[in-house]
């Protein structure tokens, strides 16, 4: 139960965050009809499609080929598979997708960081993500998936945090701020990471200059329907 309710926990506590300041209410307000439709069309997919797909993915690609449960790691090493061993994948992946920009190019061209640019992606592009390959992997092959399902969680959860616009500094985690300046235009190649800090430190990515940047996002120059389906051809 505490699984399925943190990110959503998290998603209104940010959102109330962001609302009870004079210059968020204000982001929240330019939004364009265009953005909602982009960010409510990709957190279905993410937030529901993806968790509930991926269950069932993993029990149809591995089920013929390796037993279910063969993985012994016990509760905790399932959360620290998916909290650390994944983010690590994540962070690898990341930079691919930045090789691979029209892919990943819609996520860039929110003009502001608030929870709901979280899921701003084209449609097909969660396909050419980590997460839905390795949930679908360990949920089917580790011994107890509820600790590896409390991990994703936590990762979820992190992800709406990290794109709420918050100034908060927490070590060695990737903070809103962090991430604000993997959003801005001038610094789209650094902070890669999505729970820790330490793989772009490690890899000389790492960048915080202790404020948070004066612009943010990479407008497409696209309709809402190219974003969503055809985000080729985008400026930048
Ligand atoms: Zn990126
Ligand atoms: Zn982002």
Redesign the pocket.
């Known amino acids: 139960m505490f699984t399925l309710l943190l990110p959503l926990v998290v998603f209104w506590a940010c959102l109330a965050a962001v609302a009870s300041k004079k210059a968020g209410r204000a982001a929240l307000r330019d939004r364009t009809q265009g953005d909602w439709w982009i960010d409510l069309v990709n957190l279905g997919i993410q937030g529901w499609a993806v968790p509930l797909g991926a269950g069932w993915l993993g029990s149809k690609l591995w089920a013929p080929i390796l037993p279910a449960g063969g993985l012994h790691l016990g509760f905790f090493g399932g959360f620290v598979l998916a909290f650390v061993g994944v983010d690590a994948l994540y962070y690898a992946n990341?930079r691919l997708?930045?090789r691979l920009w029209p892919v990943?190019r819609v996520?860039?061209g929110a003009p502001a960081m608030d929870v709901w640019v979280t899921s701003r992606n084209t449609v097909w592009a969660t396909a050419f993500v980590v997460y839905p390959w390795a949930h679908a992997c360990f949920l089917h092959l580790l011994d107890a998936p509820e600790g590896y399902l409390l991990g994703a969680s936590a990762t979820a959860a992190l992800d709406l945090w990290r794109h709420s616009g918050l100034d908060m500094r927490v070590p060695a985690l990737v903070t809103p701020r962090h991430h604000a300046w993997?959003?801005s235009p001038s610094h789209?190649h650094v902070n890669?990471g999505a729970n820790w800090m330490i793989w772009d430190r490690l890899c000389g990515t790492a960048y915080d200059p202790g404020h948070m940047p004066a612009a943010v996002g990479l407008p497409t120059g696209l309709s809402p329907l190219r974003q969503l389906l055809w985000p080729f051809g985008a400026k930048g």
């Open positions: 990341h997708l930045h990943h996520h860039h993997h959003h789209s890669f």
